[in-house]
């Protein structure tokens, strides 16, 4: 069963959820609910005082069902809040060029630290090129699923 498909039959039907986005890394499973456009204006932390014991047990399953923590966010209208959101250190080998730029952006304000300006790149990286970004995923689970019809030799 896929990510999305438990998700969708293990999140309580009284949560009066829209929808559900399920995005994963291998560290993580972010599950984003959405309250809907017309929702009142506290209505996400409404949800988020409302739900904690069940996200909780929900949570734990997951967390055994797929081996990954389990965080969530909801979104209301257009706004996306995190509630629990796993940050996973990331090594890096960047040159003075690329230094350069996360300095620029931290003399500027935009960041405190290194490490927030190279998120803030990625994220604007990801905002602004969300298009291109879907068509290279899509490319790889083509390969994937080209791979997976080849020849066992190569896979054992």
């Known amino acids: 069963m896929n990510l999305e498909d438990w998700f ?3 999140l309580p039907a009284g949560w009066g959820v829209k929808d559900v986005e ?13 309250l809907g456009a017309r929702a009142a204006e506290a209505a ?5 005082e409302v739900t ?8 734990l399953a997951a967390e055994a ?7 969530w966010g909801a979104r209301h209208g257009g706004q996306i809040v995190f509630f629990t959101t796993s940050t996973v250190p990331v090594m890096t ?7 350069t730029v996360l300095d ?5 304000g935009l960041a405190r630290t290194r490490s927030e300006a190279l998120a803030w790149c990625v994220r604007l990286v990801g905002e602004n090129e969300r298009e291109w970004l879907s068509e290279l ?20």
């Open 93 to 99: 080998r960047l040159r003075l060029p690329e230094r």
């Open 52 to 59: 904690r014991d069940e996200r909780v047990g929900v949570a």
């Open 44 to 48: 996400i932390e409404r949800f988020r």
């Open 137 to 156: 995923r899509a490319a790889f689970a083509a390969v994937e699923e080209v791979r997976r019809k080849g020849p066992r030799s190569r896979r054992d």
């Open 22 to 34: 399920v995005l994963a890394d291998s560290d993580e499973i972010l599950v984003v609910v959405d």
């Open 8 to 10: 969708a039959a293990n």
């Open 104 to 108: 620029t952006l931290i003399a500027a």
């Open 65 to 71: 069902a797929f081996g990954r923590k389990v965080s």
